[in-house]
């Protein structure tokens, strides 16, 4: 029998979020996401408080949620392991010519989709601020296998 918690018995996907605001622009690693609705297309996105990336979805209202490809568990350390408040996660990510730009936020050119979001409405989850989204527009980028928890279990970059 397995010894997992119910929670973390099925794989998620891992994306980033790319946020404007008034402070700089960021990136962010999120692993609560679901999609809610068919028509419109919508989902929810939990956003861990005390981040930068939270302030910049507060101010701005928009964001773009990034798919990230299994090879992209090298950015883990950067996105989700070291604060926006604290290092500039864009002029890093620039100087690895990791970034493009797309409907006006920078974006990780290697992940395999990009979607943007508006924030329709939001509500406290506990240690996270959960967002409900409608979709603005969405791109494929690349084909190949998504990055999901359990890779980075994996390779003890997590420990959920």
Not at 108 to 129: I, K, M, P, W
Request: with cysteine.
């Amino acid at each position: 029998m397995t010894r997992k918690k119910p929670w973390n018995r099925v794989d998620l996907p891992v994306y980033s979020i790319s946020s404007q605001g008034n402070g700089g622009d960021n990136m962010h690693l999120i692993i609560y996401v679901t999609a809610i609705s068919m028509k419109p297309k919508r989902f929810i996105c939990a956003v861990f408080h005390g981040t930068r990336t939270l302030e910049n979805i507060q101010e701005h209202g928009e964001f773009v949620l990034q798919l990230l490809a299994r090879p992209q568990y090298r950015l883990v350390d950067l996105l989700g392991k070291k604060s926006g408040w604290q290092v500039d996660k864009i002029s890093r990510l620039d100087k690895r010519g990791a970034l493009t730009s797309w409907r006006g936020f920078r974006v990780l050119q290697d992940c395999l989709a990009l979607l943007h979001l508006r924030v329709t409405n939001s509500l406290e989850g506990g240690d996270h601020r959960v967002f409900v989204c409608d979709l603005l527009a969405y791109k494929n980028l690349q084909d190949g296998p998504p990055l999901t928890l359990d890779d980075l279990r994996a390779r003890k970059l997590v420990r959920m």
